[in-house]
């Protein structure tokens, strides 16, 4: 990757199934460390595109690029976490963490040992060996997305991970996952239909077109960080939550 190179482009990338258009040229572009959200009405393309960034599906037309390289149409290059935890209910937090290991290559001590320190240190350390029935929805979310960071990948494509949570649960979670993103470092793009999360998570917000998607607009989100619930009620923050519902309602956010 040379200096300059983003993390992560889409060039294009155009779907259609049978006679039915998904996804019109989309185009997006991410930088090393970004967290970025992407917002649009249901049926809009969203888990299209993530599909096709994340290498499942290959696009009728465009290109996906990470660090510069073609990787278009190709798996296992990015972490993607869907809104269903997927956890396997007879394997430990320990073992749900290294699923990915265990799946392609075989657990090593060096997986086990990464696993732990996950638990440990994003507030799992006194469920190590607990299965998936005993653990809240919280908490088993919070497996999940250390799933996929064990994979190691740079980039993660989270879709709606905390869709299903209460409002205050997903509340403890969005902190939680901005202090992960803090200390890994990673690349997110994040599927949310939660304006607000958006706002909250992101340094970009980019609003995507009834079907067939396409990114209509994109919003800088310059609100400091670290980002602390009591900028949620904000005028800075309702000025960009305003702005977002005008582009996604159009008239009726008048």
């Not at 086990?112 to 299965?131: K, N, P, S, T």
């Not at 209460?166 to 939660?194: G, I, K, N, P």
Request: with cysteine; hydrophobic share 45%; glycine share 8%.
């Amino acid at each position: 990757m040379t200096a300059g190179t983003p993390k992560l482009r889409v060039e294009g990338a155009t779907k259609a199934f049978g006679e039915n258009l998904a996804l019109a040229p989309a185009s997006l572009v991410l930088q090393p460390g970004e967290f970025v959200s992407l917002v649009g009405p249901s049926g809009c393309g969203k888990s299209t595109l993530f599909n096709i960034v994340s290498g499942l599906l290959a696009p009728d037309a465009g290109h996906v690029q990470l660090d510069g390289r073609d990787i278009t149409g190709t798996a296992g290059n990015v972490g993607y976490m869907l809104q269903k935890d997927l956890l396997v209910p007879w394997r430990s937090v320990v073992d749900n963490i290294t699923l990915g290991a265990a799946l392609t290559r075989g657990v090593t001590k060096a997986d086990r040992a990464q696993a732990v320190d996950f638990a440990r240190r994003y507030g799992l350390g006194d469920f190590l060996e607990h299965y998936p029935h005993a653990l809240s929805g919280g908490m088993r979310q919070r497996v999940a997305l250390m799933r996929t960071l064990a994979t190691n990948h740079d980039v993660l494509l989270l879709d709606e991970p905390f869709g299903a949570l209460d409002s205050q649960t997903r509340l403890e979670m969005q902190q939680w996952l901005l202090q992960v993103w803090a200390e890994t470092q990673r690349t997110v793009l994040f599927v949310t239909h939660d304006v607000d999360e958006s706002i909250f998570l992101s340094d970009r917000v980019l609003v995507m077109s009834p079907r067939p998607g396409r990114i209509a607009a994109e919003l800088v989100v310059d609100l400091p960080r670290p980002r602390t619930l009591e900028l949620m009620t904000t005028p800075a923050f309702n000025d960009v939550k305003r702005e977002i519902i005008t582009l996604l309602h159009g008239r009726a956010a008048a």
